[in-house]
């Protein structure tokens, strides 16, 4: 699960981690208050979205003006701002094309900024352990560096047996560059975000920019938090916080009926039973010459509700112009599985391409509940023929 910056902080300083002081606001009005009762001469007005790269963003109907990160010099400045965000869809890198539509800011007070740095915990799965990455290059985004500059990216895996220690922050800071007052409280700023990272079960936190101040304080004057949602019946608190609005309506669909989906930028949708069965079958879609239209893994042990409640979120995405159900029956049996498609095919009023392969558990009786359903559905023999049938299908009946 993701949150908000302006969410994450109020997270970070409970943990002792030092963040500029900042309001949320929804409505300029709300906006012109804060900036006032921060007080300053300084503010700076983030849009709040769920993406990377805002502040080089730009907004839909104003591709030339100014992104979704600006410093305003004055209180009307502030206002006159959260105007031209607020209700407005700001496009970045992360977000696409398509933009996400603004509907809150972060009124923040200005800072002294001497030094940017970047600075981030994660699950490295590599160690099996959670790592610190820092850079001096802050304020660009990770996976740049990492390929221009890689020499610039400090890594070090924390033994979940000790825990942080000051050492680690003293390592990371020397690394850094900080000198001075600086390295006592970047390692206080470290420990302070590794008690956060672990007692949230977060999967990543991530500070970029990390600055250092022209009075050598060390602050988050970015965050980003995201949650392993396994986790968050412990934390009533943090899952209070989950925008809908951010988040992709059938994802969250698909996540009420227990489905691992997500939805992606091609025409063929799939239906498969195994993370790794669903992987190999978007790669042979892809060598046929099409793509796939989202990542469906309805489980071992799905029912023939949830297979069915499968077929109607494919169905429901526009660009979907052809279906590829692969099924491996283990402990999931083919029989079940013809039967939600059946019944999801016949409630939908099915009008794209179906192409199914079934192999496994109760496999003749799955083929013979499909050849005996009336309805137009593509038998295919393995996960070759499956691909071919349906890319061509669906060049077919374009």
Same mark, same amino acid.
């Given at each position: 699960?993701?949150?908000? /910056? ?18 949320? &606001? ?7 208050? @804060?900036?006032?009762?921060? =007080? ?6 983030? *849009?709040?979205?769920? %993406? ?12 030339n =003006? ?7 010099? *004055?209180? /009307?400045? #502030? ?8 209700? +407005? ?8 094309? &398509? ?27 590599a ?6 990455? &820092? ?10 560096? @990492? ?10 895996a ?6 942080i220690?000051?050492? +680690?922050?003293r ?5 850094l ?23 949230? $079960?977060? *999967? ?9 101040? =022209?009075?050598?304080? #060390?602050?988050?004057? $970015? @965050? ?9 019946y412990?934390h ?8 809908e ?12 009926h ?5 939805? !992606? ?9 195994g ?33 069915t *409640? %499968? ?23 083919? $029989? ?8 999801? %095919?016949r ?6 391409? !179906? ?10 009786? =799955? ?12 038998? @295919? ?11 061509? %299908?669906?060049k077919e009946?374009?």
């Open positions: 699960m993701n949150i908000h /910056e302006y969410q994450a902080k109020s997270l970070l300083t409970k943990f002792g981690v030092a963040v500029p002081r900042g309001t949320v &606001a929804f409505t300029a009005a709300e906006a012109e208050k @804060a900036a006032r009762d921060l =007080g300053g001469k300084i503010w700076v007005v983030k *849009s709040q979205i769920h %993406a990377g790269g805002r502040g080089a963003g730009k907004f839909q109907d104003d591709p =003006g100014a992104g979704g990160v600006r410093l305003s010099k *004055s209180v /009307e400045e #502030v206002t006159q701002n959260a105007g031209q965000m607020l209700g +407005h869809v700001l496009i970045t890198k992360q977000t696409g094309p &398509a933009g996400k539509l603004v509907q809150r800011l972060y009124i923040e007070e200005g800072c002294d900024i001497k030094r940017e740095l970047y600075l981030g915990m994660l699950v490295d799965r160690t099996s352990r959670i790592t610190i990455m &820092a850079s001096t290059e802050g304020g660009m985004e990770i996976e740049e560096v @990492a390929a221009k500059t890689p020499e610039k990216i400090l890594k070090l924390i033994d979940p047996a000790t825990g220690m000051p050492f +680690h922050g390592k990371i800071a020397f690394g560059g900080l000198e001075g007052k600086q390295v006592g409280a970047a390692v206080k700023f470290i420990a302070a975000m590794y008690r956060a990272f672990t007692e949230l $079960d977060a *999967s990543i936190v991530e500070i970029n920019p990390l600055v250092i101040t =022209g009075a050598g304080e #060390v602050i988050a004057l $970015d @965050a980003k938090m995201n949650f392993d949602d396994n986790a968050l412990r009533p608190d943090v899952a209070e916080m989950r925008d609005s951010e988040e992709d309506p059938m994802e969250m669909e698909a996540a009420k227990e489905l691992n989906y997500i939805k !992606l930028d091609g025409s063929i949708g799939c239906m498969v039973n993370a790794g069965l669903a992987m190999a079958t978007m790669d042979i879609i892809k060598l046929h010459g099409s793509a796939p239209a989202n990542f469906l893994d309805v489980g071992g042990g799905a029912t023939k509700e949830r297979v *409640s %499968a077929f109607k979120i494919i169905l429901s995405d526009p660009n979907v112009k052809g279906i590829l159900v692969n099924i491996f029956g283990g402990i999931m049996r083919c $029989d079940v599985i013809a039967e939600g498609v059946v019944a999801a %095919a409630e939908v009023s099915l009008r794209v391409p !179906l192409v199914v392969r079934l192999e496994g558990t109760n496999v003749e009786l =799955g083929k013979k509940i499909m050849a005996e359903s009336g309805l137009p559905i593509i038998s @295919a023999d393995d996960l070759g023929d499956a691909a071919a049938k349906v890319v061509r %299908a669906v009946a374009a």
